[in-house]
């Protein structure tokens, strides 16, 4: 899909505008999101799936490592409270991955998650009355 770029008043294209507003209602749409997840007890699949994101963004190879371990003692350790569920296979790729840890050691558990959210969670969250609530208020979040 190419986009065009139409320069307006003030030099801002509208790319960038739609780009900014975009990104604005993607982040309000994940805050409804988790916290319709946390109402159901299971929070961890989307702050699992944002560290995921937040680590993918990390250029410096120390602090990649560093979020990497914190994500596996946060999501992925049996022994954790916030742990995600996932097959052996995904398991097994991740702690391989950890050795030697980069920002794409979680990408098959992420999508994983992500699958999940996206057949049982999501439709759940569509079906809820808090989304419903977020609907009827949609146009007043708009102009924020």
Same mark, same amino acid.
């Given at each position: 899909m190419q986009q065009k770029t139409v320069t307006h008043q003030g030099g801002l294209s509208r790319k960038l505008e739609y780009g900014i =507003?975009? $990104? =604005?209602e993607i982040n309000r749409g994940q805050k409804y999101f988790a916290e319709f997840l946390? $109402?159901? %007890? $299971? @929070?961890e699949n989307i702050l699992f799936w944002q560290a995921c994101e937040e680590l993918k963004r990390e250029r410096n190879a120390e602090k990649i490592e560093e979020k990497a371990r914190i994500i596996y003692e946060d999501f992925i350790s049996i022994l954790s409270p916030k742990e995600v569920s996932l097959d052996s296979r995904v398991r097994e790729i991740i702690n391989n991955n950890m050795v030697h840890p980069s920002a794409h050691t979680f990408d098959e558990a992420q999508n994983q998650i992500y699958t999940l959210m996206q =057949? @049982? $969670? %999501?439709? =759940?969250f569509v079906a809820s009355s808090l989304y419903k609530k977020v609907l009827g208020s949609y146009g007043q979040m708009e102009e924020l």
């Open positions: =507003r975009h $990104s =604005r946390k $109402s159901e %007890y $299971s @929070d =057949r @049982d $969670s %999501y439709p =759940r």
